[in-house]
């Protein structure tokens, strides 16, 4: 349990210091675009284009951040292996809460009195959880189950990048929200992946569930890059946050066996909404009161400086 928490921490830790540089290096891309005065930079519906979306993948501050990543991708998928996945990814999610403390070094931010009650209320939900949490579920499922969670990833990164371009500039909440979902797909597909302990080759390569963590990991990834290019929203964070938190959470509980402790079902209940909400208002108060409206539709409009609120992070 203790090595479990340990590693989801380094995960967090890893997931908001890399959120700060790729919301960096996608707003310094954004802005390049828009001094060029690049049609080419947005689609018909005003979000951004396939070209700047790879531009602001191959900024210094993007790339680094990337690599944080997949750190934190490997330390999250570990932690998944050794927890229950209520308290990984909640544990994971708080990365946001890492994200907002960097933001005052990093982009020089200064939070708020209810910035910083939403964060004390995150480490005290954080708290309840780690007591509350009792063994994992075995994980163990029929190859069938991984079928279906691969046409779930499938059907979801595609026809949720399909909706946000069409959506464009109005698509920041979505695109969140997708992404979120997306890491959540992977956080129980590395749960529930077949030919790990012990490991077997064979057995990894020819379970779908490799393959939906291939498609969430990387689906997730670009419309993570999406909604840090389409503007700061305090509801995209919001929605990462619950996408990769909520459903992960209630398929452990209902789907893979986990539980909690005998008798501490309630501290483990109130813990998890507790932490979504505090993650939640994390996001709400790092809204800057000087922000752009919402529904820009441009990334030329957005920010010269990105906020702690403009960057969800790419998690498990």
Same mark, same amino acid.
């Given at each position: 349990?203790? *090595? +479990?928490?340990?590693?989801?921490?380094?995960?967090?830790?890893?997931?908001? /210091?890399?959120?700060?540089?790729?919301?960096?290096?996608?707003? &310094?891309?954004?802005?390049?675009?828009?001094? &060029?005065?690049?049609? +080419?930079?947005?689609?018909? #519906?005003?979000? !951004?284009?396939?070209?700047?979306?790879?531009?602001?993948?191959?900024?210094?501050?993007?790339?680094?951040?990337?690599?944080?990543?997949?750190? @934190?991708?490997?330390? %999250?998928?570990?932690?998944?292996?050794?927890? !229950?996945?209520?308290?990984?990814?909640?544990? *994971?999610?708080?990365?946001?809460? *890492?994200?907002?403390?960097?933001?005052? &070094?990093?982009?020089? =931010?200064?939070?708020?009195r209810p910035e910083w009650a939403s964060i004390a209320v995150v480490c005290s939900a954080l708290v309840l959880l780690a007591t509350a949490a009792g063994p994992e579920g075995s994980g163990a499922t029929p190859l069938s189950t991984h079928w279906w969670l691969l046409i779930a990833s499938v059907a979801l990164i595609g026809g949720g990048t399909l909706i946000v371009r069409l959506l464009g500039g109005r698509a920041a909440i979505l695109a969140g929200l997708l992404s979120g979902l997306g890491f959540g797909a992977l956080g129980v597909g590395v749960r529930v992946l077949n030919g790990v302990d012990p490991f077997h080759?064979?057995?990894?390569?020819?379970?779908?569930?490799?393959?939906? =963590?291939?498609?969430?990991?990387?689906?997730?990834?670009?419309? #993570?890059?999406?909604?840090?290019? =389409?503007?700061?929203?305090?509801?995209? /964070?919001?929605?990462?946050?619950? @996408?990769?938190?909520?459903?992960?959470?209630?398929? %452990?509980?209902?789907?893979? $066996?986990?539980?909690?402790?005998? +008798?501490?079902?309630?501290?483990?209940?109130?813990?998890?909404?507790?932490?979504?909400? +505090?993650?939640?208002?994390?996001?709400?108060? $790092?809204? !800057?009161?000087?922000?752009?409206?919402?529904? #820009?539709?441009? *990334?030329?409009?957005?920010? !010269?400086?990105?906020?702690?609120?403009?960057?969800?992070?790419?998690?498990?």
């Amino acid at each position: 349990m203790i *090595i +479990g928490l340990l590693t989801a921490v380094a995960a967090s830790a890893c997931y908001g /210091t890399g959120s700060v540089l790729q919301a960096v290096g996608s707003r &310094k891309s954004a802005r390049q675009e828009a001094a &060029k005065a690049s049609s +080419g930079a947005v689609t018909q #519906h005003g979000g !951004p284009s396939l070209a700047s979306t790879a531009k602001a993948a191959v900024t210094w501050e993007f790339m680094v951040g990337t690599v944080l990543d997949f750190i @934190g991708f490997g330390l %999250g998928a570990l932690a998944a292996r050794l927890l !229950p996945l209520f308290l990984s990814q909640t544990v *994971i999610s708080a990365n946001l809460v *890492i994200t907002a403390v960097l933001s005052i &070094k990093l982009l020089n =931010i200064r939070l708020t009195r209810p910035e910083w009650a939403s964060i004390a209320v995150v480490c005290s939900a954080l708290v309840l959880l780690a007591t509350a949490a009792g063994p994992e579920g075995s994980g163990a499922t029929p190859l069938s189950t991984h079928w279906w969670l691969l046409i779930a990833s499938v059907a979801l990164i595609g026809g949720g990048t399909l909706i946000v371009r069409l959506l464009g500039g109005r698509a920041a909440i979505l695109a969140g929200l997708l992404s979120g979902l997306g890491f959540g797909a992977l956080g129980v597909g590395v749960r529930v992946l077949n030919g790990v302990d012990p490991f077997h080759l064979p057995s990894l390569l020819a379970d779908p569930a490799l393959y939906a =963590i291939l498609v969430a990991g990387v689906g997730g990834m670009y419309l #993570h890059t999406v909604a840090l290019q =389409i503007g700061s929203v305090n509801g995209a /964070t919001a929605a990462l946050v619950v @996408g990769e938190t909520v459903v992960p959470g209630i398929l %452990g509980v209902l789907w893979l $066996g986990d539980s909690s402790r005998p +008798g501490f079902a309630w501290m483990a209940i109130l813990g998890f909404v507790v932490a979504v909400a +505090g993650a939640v208002a994390v996001a709400w108060f $790092g809204e !800057p009161d000087s922000a752009p409206e919402a529904a #820009h539709d441009s *990334i030329g409009q957005a920010d !010269p400086e990105p906020s702690a609120d403009k960057a969800p992070r790419a998690a498990v």
